[in-house]
């Protein structure tokens, strides 16, 4: 689609080549295009495809650029809410062939989202078929297909299916081939929990029924409920695609699932775990095609962005961000590496699991079944003449011990630890067995998260006087507090929850000399925060409640997550 795109520009437009273009737009440097152009003779290709492979450049900016050449708007499709009566008037069939979907109508006409938007062939079609004149805008072709793939209904419901399956003479999960009814409930299950952007799928087995909740912004959520009788095949096709011993029902399992979800694929890891009624199965969903953020995205305040720059720039050193299970400490890493250059820095990182695929880096999965554990993959990386690596997460004194000695030998570390507080990591490391006078040398700088849940934009509004929960006063005094604030009713894009999406609260640690004379003390964690304090850092319910005075999220939700 980026050659196509690339070679539908005017020929006027196309005399400068494609990637002095790229530079003129700031999107590359000379060093960059000199690298990308030996890699294509070496490799072949076009030079769009090798520089999205390279890392250089992604293929939304490579899309904003060539639709700005050719006149052409670009749309977002990835987060457009599109009107079931829209997707009637172009096929499912056509929206595949041609990677097209309509996303909105204007004045008796259509305005229709491309992948390529000067393919006439696909433009004469969507026409005829719609009987409407069509305005051309476009897309990223991954994020057509997905919108595709998430936005026309599929034949049947998932209660249908159900509903089929039951009436079935059979409900062996490997019976009839990849077309069954029970092969499609599952892919039915799985697509709209995806679809919905869960990031976790229970499958709960009780007395009588089998439930199936989602985690989406952190809260779990019914779905389906599911008939007893269909409960072992059901959980027999899923350990079947998992690659689990299907016949073994009394001790835990764990896999993992490859899910093909429009023009790309999510990864599930799998776990099961015998109860009283039956397997439970609990899917993370690992969607390695998720766009990293950049350090801009994050949502961090001014003063905690220089701070996280002021961290993220040491030459050597180790920096943690640390936050319960699910708070986004592994995208807040990324962000960080995202400003590491990797192009004349060695950088290798240990995951468990992989979560997302970087180019320039090379990435090693953690496999404790085998001996690779985080420990054992460290000692073996430090002899790879590494300057910069990224640790999943410290759980052990060993890993612990080569991660700051790593750090102490000219080496930046990057990794996760469990903390409530971004002042607890110092105390949980020295709990671990690392030396205390290691600490102060080593330990640069302590990122502290939590997610909070986002006001839904379509329904959020501003009510004038202070929230109720600020009544009692037992919060006010902590951070200024608006005179008015911010509530949301619950609409049909939020599912009447009144959230949508998440965003991060921080507090940033910057460990500098102030703190190593009390490190070395055995200052207590209630000292250290009164040091962090004169020095400026903002606490995660500070920049919580200052994310509430913006509109981002509510003070309820801020003291759910931080009470």
Same mark, same amino acid.
């Given at each position: ?9 005017? @020929? ?36 769009? /495809? ?70 006439? +062939? ?14 051309? +805008?476009?897309? @990223? ?39 069954? @009814? ?53 959980? !027999? ?82 920096? *943690? ?6 708070? !986004? ?61 990224? +640790? ?45 006078? *290691? +600490? ?116 309820? /939700? ?6």
């Amino acid at each position: 689609m980026l050659t196509e795109l690339a070679s539908s520009a005017q @020929p006027e437009e196309r005399e400068m080549p494609l990637g002095q273009r790229f530079i003129e737009a700031g999107l590359l440097t000379e060093s960059q295009l000199d690298l990308a152009l030996r890699e294509q003779s070496r490799v072949g290709g076009y030079l769009g /495809e090798v520089l999205v492979q390279l890392g250089f450049v992604s293929t939304e900016a490579i899309t904003e650029v060539l639709a700005k050449e050719n006149q052409v708007d670009v749309y977002d499709v990835r987060n457009a809410i599109i009107d079931t009566a829209l997707l009637e008037l172009i096929s499912y069939k056509t929206a595949k062939r041609h990677k097209v979907i309509p996303v909105a109508a204007n004045d008796g006409g259509l305005t229709v989202a491309f992948a390529d938007s000067y393919d006439v +062939v696909a433009l004469d079609q969507v026409e005829r078929e719609c009987g409407m004149f069509v305005t051309v +805008v476009t897309a @990223p072709e991954s994020h057509i297909v997905e919108a595709i793939e998430r936005s026309y209904t599929r034949k049947k419901s998932i209660n249908e299916t159900i509903e089929t399956v039951l009436s079935g003479s059979s409900l062996k999960p490997g019976d009839g081939g990849d077309d069954t @009814p029970m092969v499609r409930l599952v892919d039915q299950i799985l697509a709209d929990a995806i679809k919905n952007g869960a990031s976790d799928i229970h499958f709960h087995a009780e007395e009588k029924v089998l439930r199936v909740r989602c985690r989406l912004d952190g809260v779990l959520r019914q779905e389906v409920v599911i008939p007893k009788t269909i409960q072992a095949a059901l959980i !027999g096709r899923i350990k079947l695609i998992s690659g689990l011993n299907i016949t073994e029902k009394r001790i835990p399992q764990d896999g993992r699932i490859r899910f093909d979800f429009g023009s790309s694929y999510i990864d599930l890891r799998v776990s099961t775990l015998p109860t009283n009624h039956g397997e439970s199965i609990v899917m993370r969903v690992l969607d390695s095609g998720t766009q990293l953020l950049s350090l801009d995205q994050l949502g961090l305040s001014d003063t905690d962005r220089l701070r996280f720059e002021n961290i993220i720039s040491k030459s050597f050193g180790m920096i *943690l961000v640390t936050g319960p299970t699910g708070s !986004g400490k592994t995208t807040t890493l990324y962000s960080a590496l995202s400003e590491v250059d990797r192009e004349s820095q060695s950088v290798f990182t240990l995951e468990d699991p992989i979560e997302y695929s970087l180019p320039l880096i090379r990435q090693t999965q953690i496999n404790d079944k085998i001996g690779m554990s985080f420990s054992t993959g460290l000692r073996a990386l430090l002899r790879q003449d590494p300057d910069v690596i990224l +640790v999943g997460e410290i759980r052990d004194q060993e890993t612990a011990d080569l991660a700051i000695r790593a750090s102490l030998t000219g080496h930046t570390v990057f990794s996760t630890l469990h903390t409530n507080s971004a002042i607890g990591a110092v105390s949980r490391l020295i709990d671990m067995g690392v030396e205390r006078y *290691l +600490v102060p040398s080593a330990l640069v700088g302590v990122i502290g998260q939590r997610l909070l849940r986002k006001l839904c934009s379509s329904c959020k509004t501003e009510n004038p006087g202070l929230d109720a929960i600020f009544d009692n006063d037992n919060y006010a005094h902590i951070v200024p507090v608006n005179k008015s604030h911010w509530t949301s009713s619950g609409c049909e894009s939020c599912s009447g929850t009144g959230y949508k999406g998440r965003i991060a609260t921080y507090e940033v640690l910057l460990i500098d000399e102030p703190f190593h004379e009390a490190i070395l003390k055995g200052a207590s964690e209630a000292e250290l925060g009164k040091i962090a304090f004169n020095s400026g850092m903002t606490t995660l319910l500070e920049d919580g409640i200052r994310k509430a005075n913006e509109g981002l999220t509510s003070i309820s /939700e801020v003291l759910r997550v931080l009470n």
